[in-house]
């Protein structure tokens, strides 16, 4: 079947610096959405991209959609306390339900 | 608004055992989930609902039953219960489709020994 893969698994950052997170698939991605999980929390949704090579923006957070649609990332400017968690892409694999990845988990030290 | 509610938030079970996870949403939405989630793997679909009276297999349904016999609830069975089902169980629904966000719940933490 399907699999979503995001690469790092973890990521350690100074408060203040910028955070990457990618998500990569061998077949072509439907729709891409991305979930925030705080530690001990539940997925919460961030965001949907549709369209090849779309971009969005949620103040500090900046997601693309490759071209190819095979792969998105997530960016984060100047992370800050507040955005430890794991980060979560899903395709809903042209169908009714969703493919997870594994996540990527962010700490950020003050 | 409560959103997503799931019953228990803990349970802890002996091999052989059964039991029932309710997943309760009050936002009229059509389609919700059941997902484990254990460390570094993410998210597993188990089964999956579109509507009142459906549900449909996901990526692991083996050793889980589910009903969907009212639109609000979904309920999660594990007839006999594994160490390996040992996981946090999330439920999640989305008003039609699964091009629409899902909504958690804040999840079962079940344990069995």
């Known amino acids: 079947g399907q699999q979503v893969m995001q690469i790092p698994q973890y990521q350690h950052v100074q408060e203040g610096e910028d955070f990457t997170t990618y998500c990569n698939s061998s077949?072509?991605?439907?729709?891409i959405q991305w979930y925030k999980q705080r530690p001990g929390g539940h997925p919460v949704f961030l965001i949907q991209?549709?369209?090849?090579?779309e971009v969005k923006k949620q103040k500090r957070l900046t997601f693309q959609f490759g071209e190819a649609k095979k792969n998105s990332s997530l960016h984060i400017t100047a992370t800050q306390t507040t955005d430890v968690g794991t980060y979560f892409c899903?395709?809903?694999?042209?169908?009714?339900?969703?493919?997870f990845g594994p996540g990527t988990r962010l700490s950020v030290l003050p | 608004n409560a959103g997503v509610t799931q019953t228990p938030k803990f349970r802890v079970l002996k091999t052989g055992q059964s039991m029932t996870l309710l997943c309760a949403q009050d936002?009229?939405?059509?389609?919700m989930y059941w997902y484990r989630q254990d460390p570094g793997m993410g998210l597993r679909l188990i089964h999956y609902?579109?509507?009142?009276?459906?549900?449909a297999k996901g990526e692991v349904p083996d050793g889980y039953n589910v009903s969907r016999l009212k639109k609000q609830n979904f309920l999660l069975g594990l007839e006999s219960a594994a160490p390996s089902q040992t996981s946090v169980y999330f439920c999640?629904?989305?008003?039609?489709?699964?091009?629409?966000?899902?909504?958690f719940g804040d999840g079962t933490r079940l344990s069995i020994l």
């Open positions: 999640a629904s989305s008003l039609t489709g699964a091009r629409l966000p899902q909504h």
């Open positions: 077949t072509t991605l439907s729709n």
């Open positions: 991209l549709v369209k090849s090579g």
């Open positions: 899903a395709d809903n694999n042209y169908g009714q339900n969703f493919v």
């Open positions: 936002m009229n939405h059509e389609y």
């Open positions: 609902s579109v509507g009142e009276g459906t549900t």
